[in-house]
């Protein structure tokens, strides 16, 4: 299944769930960048409620739909459609002006970090309790480079598609980089469990790799000689 499709199809069916108020979502996506923008339509067609981050060689965003005046629900639409172009979001844009002072030369401050931006604009626009979804043409080993943990916490769900769609993402496709590369997407283990969305091929990776990691723990402990090697032995 080509990954666009792979994605499409977890996104429909586990949309109540991955829609979630305050939802994060990692969605890597192909390398080609119209992609990029079928992906973010298709999510605003199942969720108008979603934020977008698209991130790719042309743009660098973060798109969402404002609530109407009339009825305060929010549907997808151009008028509705608000543009944060995170290449120019600086930290003087991320504070709200405070009319009763008089201005001051904002401090000398280092750049800010696309994960930065991000929890930045959800805050200053008031959308934290929204769905967030990054997508764009970025490898997987990123992921959890994109989310500011502290602010955040870490993604609750993970899309990731065939080993073969992932070739570009991973930039390679050994079992041990394939676990080693998504096990950055699940974030830091004491905060949010992270649900990563896949083929079965790529979850029987997950768990053949972690066998091996287990049976090695367990040789530094004095146990089996020759983990991993008894493990390729064992591979059907």
């Given at each position: 299944m080509?990954p666009q499709?792979?994605?499409?199809t977890?996104?429909?069916t586990?949309?109540?769930d991955?829609?979630r108020?305050?939802?994060?979502i990692?969605?890597?996506a192909?390398?080609?960048i119209?992609?990029h923008?079928?992906?973010r339509?298709?999510?605003f067609?199942?969720?108008?409620?979603?934020?977008v981050v698209?991130l790719?060689g042309?743009?660098?965003?973060?798109?969402?739909?404002?609530?109407?005046?009339?009825?305060?629900?929010?549907?997808a639409?151009?008028?509705?459609?608000r543009?944060?172009?995170l290449r120019k979001?600086?930290?003087e844009?991320a504070?709200?002006?405070d009319?009763?002072?008089e201005?001051?030369?904002?401090?000398?401050q280092a750049?800010l970090e696309?994960s930065?931006?991000?929890?930045?604009?959800?805050?200053?626009?008031?959308?934290?309790?929204?769905p967030?979804?990054?997508?764009g043409?970025?490898?997987?080993g990123?992921?959890?480079?994109?989310l500011?943990a502290?602010?955040?916490?870490?993604?609750t769900h993970a899309?990731?598609?065939?080993?073969?769609?992932?070739r570009n993402?991973f930039?390679?496709t050994t079992?041990?980089?394939l676990?080693?590369?998504?096990?950055r997407v699940t974030g830091?283990?004491?905060?949010?469990?992270?649900?990563?969305?896949?083929?079965?091929?790529?979850?029987?990776?997950?768990?053949r790799?972690?066998q091996k990691?287990i049976?090695?723990?367990d040789?530094?402990?004095?146990?089996?000689p020759?983990p991993v090697?008894r493990?390729r032995q064992?591979?059907?």
């Amino acid at each position: 299944m080509h990954p666009q499709e792979f994605t499409h199809t977890a996104l429909e069916t586990f949309q109540d769930d991955i829609f979630r108020p305050g939802g994060r979502i990692f969605v890597p996506a192909c390398p080609e960048i119209h992609t990029h923008e079928r992906v973010r339509r298709h999510i605003f067609d199942l969720c108008p409620r979603a934020v977008v981050v698209v991130l790719n060689g042309e743009e660098k965003s973060l798109v969402w739909h404002a609530r109407s005046r009339e009825t305060r629900s929010v549907e997808a639409s151009e008028t509705t459609a608000r543009t944060l172009d995170l290449r120019k979001f600086t930290l003087e844009k991320a504070v709200k002006a405070d009319r009763s002072e008089e201005p001051r030369p904002p401090p000398q401050q280092a750049p800010l970090e696309v994960s930065d931006k991000i929890a930045l604009a959800m805050e200053r626009y008031g959308l934290e309790d929204r769905p967030l979804l990054i997508t764009g043409y970025i490898c997987v080993g990123m992921g959890q480079t994109l989310l500011n943990a502290q602010k955040m916490g870490n993604f609750t769900h993970a899309i990731l598609p065939s080993r073969e769609g992932m070739r570009n993402l991973f930039m390679k496709t050994t079992p041990e980089v394939l676990y080693q590369e998504a096990g950055r997407v699940t974030g830091r283990k004491h905060q949010n469990r992270t649900q990563i969305l896949c083929p079965p091929s790529i979850r029987d990776n997950f768990v053949r790799e972690e066998q091996k990691a287990i049976a090695v723990m367990d040789h530094a402990r004095g146990g089996d000689p020759h983990p991993v090697l008894r493990l390729r032995q064992e591979k059907p």
